[in-house]
């Protein structure tokens, strides 16, 4: 009995803990890039849209309607039903094995890092892993009797999940075959009331299913075609190790080993072996097929839930310093995780790893970048229109200043993020020649920089000749965009197309270490116009004029397209001395001068003074 009172008062303290930390950091964090276009669909409600079907969008709107604007308030829908997750679980378990074992689960599903971060951001996963968690409910308790409750529990679990996301159909697919599968699992299957409820369920999925025939199955083909590359690859085998990292070593291994017990247990815990095994199992193979480029480490987190009950019973067979560095590794890994989003949530931290590669691109630099948007209109004469590069930028932007139909021009992340449709069935399309003032915001960093070059020729080949272009770089340019002034006049038929300039340090490379004199070296072009100079800067303060026009025949021959009228005279050199500033890490940049008056400040790169 003391280990029972124990362990819950245990799972309540971590509950409450967990629960507050994730309110205050909600509170802080900004805005992840698919949370604001969730923010600009729930301002454009409907009950399905092309990346998604409509219960996410809803939740946002019931969390601005109820608990006031803001970065919080739409996370707190998101917020309160993953605080609800971690009880039933503990209700699941309680039913299937103890007391004991069931405030164990509830603490496994609270440390259980892809399950105990979620809510701090309002993403469909939070309902629908409580889809998943009342499907595995109402499946073991139909399991041991069917009742018109369950059969109610199901129904609920089924339209969730359908009105959650796609990936739902997963769970769908590996339960109706677990429960086929068995004598129990038919007999389940042979009443009507169950028949009800998955007809229930099946319902739900006709707003989805109707978006999609009245337009041309872009969002199943988006989700099911278009963004996977359907062939092996041996990506897999990382996508399972960082599954590993994710939900902790031997927390993991402890999950897939009480899948493979309780396989041959009783019908109840045999449902959630087979449900929470087989979906893992199938998220692992598809690893070797589908998507890599975007976010997937989430997809098996259905599957950990339906195995979290098993779990306490199989950890009684390890030895107790193994279960001590389970519980602990699971602690460290659920810490981890929430110091990352802490981290991101600091611009100091945003700034300090500009330059590594897991800088969070998708969090960064959007109230900086609003600040700056709003003071140049504020100076642009007349009803300025804002058009934003891509959705990113338009859905970031429309959240800042509570703007939801800002126009996008046509992007290839548009089309790669599912978003392309929505926005033109929104009307937000924007692909022609602008003929009224307009402020452009394009993002420099949301193209790779093989292919930059390209993007601004593409832009001129719809917009006509771009104006003289302001960058603005957050985090020393690890975020960086370029803002175009159009007033809105038709452009000269023969204006040559003048891109903002492009440039690149030969040496020293990032993070290179450096003495207080040390040369630097690269080149520079602006197409169209020329450069007339190039200053080279230290945090931001001009430290020595560049000879610029040196010979660099290989820049040409890599940007084809180029039309620098200065090619293959686009080399810079310079000597700095650093001689005044403090040993550590400064940052190094230009400022390059354009010879139509323009000038820009480029991207900087660490370097270290010793």
């Known amino acids: 009995m003391r280990k029972t009172i124990d362990m819950r008062v245990l799972f309540i303290a971590l509950w409450a803990g967990i629960s507050l930390l994730k309110v205050m950091m909600a509170a802080r964090l900004p805005l992840f890039v698919d949370e604001a276009f969730y923010w600009q669909e729930s301002r454009h409600l409907s009950w399905a849209y092309s990346d998604l079907p409509g219960l996410t969008a809803w939740l946002i709107r019931i969390g601005d309607f109820v608990?006031?604007?803001?970065?919080?308030?739409?996370?707190?829908?998101?917020?309160?039903?993953?605080?609800?997750?971690?009880?039933?679980?503990?209700?699941?378990?309680?039913?299937?094995?103890?007391?004991?074992?069931?405030?164990?689960?509830?603490?496994?599903?609270?440390?259980?890092?892809?399950?105990?971060?979620?809510?701090?951001?309002?993403?469909?996963?939070?309902?629908?892993?409580?889809?998943?968690?009342?499907?595995?409910?109402?499946?073991?308790?139909?399991?041991?009797?069917?009742?018109?409750?369950?059969?109610?529990?199901?129904?609920?679990?089924?339209?969730?999940?359908?009105?959650?996301?796609?990936?739902?159909?997963?769970?769908?697919?590996?339960?109706?075959?677990?429960?086929?599968?068995?004598?129990?699992?038919?007999?389940?299957?042979?009443?009507?009331?169950?028949?009800?409820?998955?007809?229930?369920?099946?319902?739900?999925?006709?707003?989805?299913?109707?978006?999609?025939?009245?337009?041309?199955?872009?969002?199943?083909?988006?989700?099911?075609?278009?963004?996977?590359?359907?062939?092996?690859?041996?990506?897999?085998?990382?996508?399972?190790?960082?599954?590993?990292?994710?939900?902790?070593?031997?927390?993991?291994?402890?999950?897939?080993?009480?899948?493979?017990?309780?396989?041959?247990?009783?019908?109840?815990?045999?449902?959630?072996?087979?449900?929470?095994?087989?979906?893992?199992?199938?998220?692992?193979?598809?690893?070797?097929?589908?998507?890599?480029?975007?976010?997937?480490?989430?997809?098996?987190?259905?599957?950990?839930?339906?195995?979290?009950?098993?779990?306490?019973?199989?950890?009684?067979?390890?030895?107790?310093?193994?279960?001590?560095?389970?519980?602990?590794?699971?602690?460290?890994?659920?810490?981890?995780?929430?110091?990352?989003?802490?981290?991101?949530?600091?611009?100091?931290?945003?700034?300090?790893?500009?330059?590594?590669?897991?800088?969070?691109?998708?969090?960064?630099?959007?109230?900086?970048?609003?600040?700056?948007?709003?003071?140049?209109?504020?100076?642009?004469?007349?009803?300025?229109?804002?058009?934003?590069?891509?959705?990113?930028?338009?859905?970031?932007?429309g959240f800042a200043l509570g703007e939801p139909d800002i126009p996008v021009l046509p992007h290839p992340l548009n089309r790669e993020h599912g978003r392309a449709p929505q926005l033109r069935l929104w009307g937000l399309r924007s692909d022609t020649a602008f003929d009224r003032p307009t402020l452009l915001v394009v993002g420099a960093s949301d193209v790779e920089y093989k292919n930059l070059l390209q993007r601004y020729h593409a832009l001129c080949q719809q917009l006509g000749p771009l104006p003289a272009p302001h960058a603005l770089n957050i985090d020393h340019g690890a975020q960086r965009y370029v803002l175009f002034e159009f007033d809105g006049k038709p452009a000269a038929a023969d204006a040559p197309c003048t891109t903002p300039a492009m440039a690149w340090f030969d040496a020293p490379v990032s993070g290179a270490k450096v003495e207080r004199h040390f040369d630097v070296s690269g080149w520079a072009f602006k197409d169209g116009v020329g450069l007339s100079g190039v200053e080279v800067l230290l945090d931001g303060k001009p430290m020595a004029k560049a000879e610029y026009g040196l010979p660099s025949p290989g820049t040409a021959s890599y940007w084809k397209i180029s039309t620098d009228p200065q090619h293959p005279k686009v080399g810079f050199r310079a000597r700095v001395d650093a001689g005044g500033l403090a040993r550590g890490r400064h940052w190094l940049g230009l400022r390059l001068h354009g010879r139509d008056g323009s000038v820009e400040d480029w991207s900087e790169q660490p370097v270290d003074i010793q």
């Open 67 to 397: 608990f006031g604007e803001g970065r919080l308030a739409l996370r707190t829908p998101f917020l309160l039903i993953a605080a609800a997750l971690p009880w039933l679980v503990v209700r699941i378990a309680a039913r299937e094995f103890d007391m004991r074992h069931a405030w164990l689960a509830g603490i496994a599903a609270l440390l259980l890092p892809l399950a105990g971060s979620l809510g701090l951001l309002a993403l469909p996963d939070v309902p629908m892993a409580l889809a998943t968690l009342l499907c595995m409910d109402a499946g073991a308790r139909l399991l041991r009797n069917v009742s018109d409750g369950a059969a109610l529990l199901l129904g609920a679990g089924l339209a969730i999940g359908a009105l959650s996301h796609y990936r739902f159909i997963a769970v769908i697919g590996v339960g109706f075959v677990v429960l086929l599968s068995t004598p129990a699992g038919r007999r389940v299957l042979a009443d009507p009331r169950v028949w009800i409820a998955i007809a229930f369920g099946a319902a739900a999925w006709t707003p989805l299913m109707a978006w999609n025939m009245d337009n041309a199955e872009a969002g199943l083909r988006f989700q099911l075609v278009d963004r996977h590359p359907w062939a092996f690859h041996a990506d897999g085998l990382q996508f399972i190790a960082i599954q590993g990292l994710l939900v902790t070593p031997l927390l993991f291994v402890a999950l897939l080993s009480a899948a493979w017990h309780g396989r041959a247990a009783d019908a109840g815990r045999r449902y959630l072996a087979w449900l929470g095994g087989l979906v893992v199992l199938g998220f692992f193979v598809l690893g070797f097929f589908a998507d890599t480029r975007r976010v997937s480490f989430h997809w098996p987190l259905p599957g950990y839930l339906a195995l979290l009950p098993l779990l306490p019973a199989l950890l009684d067979r390890w030895a107790p310093w193994l279960r001590r560095l389970t519980w602990a590794l699971a602690a460290c890994g659920l810490v981890a995780v929430l110091g990352y989003y802490a981290a991101v949530s600091a611009p100091s931290v945003r700034e300090q790893t500009a330059a590594l590669k897991w800088y969070p691109s998708n969090f960064a630099g959007w109230d900086a970048l609003a600040a700056e948007v709003q003071a140049r209109r504020a100076r642009m004469p007349g009803q300025v229109q804002l058009v934003a590069g891509n959705f990113k930028i338009g859905a970031e932007l």
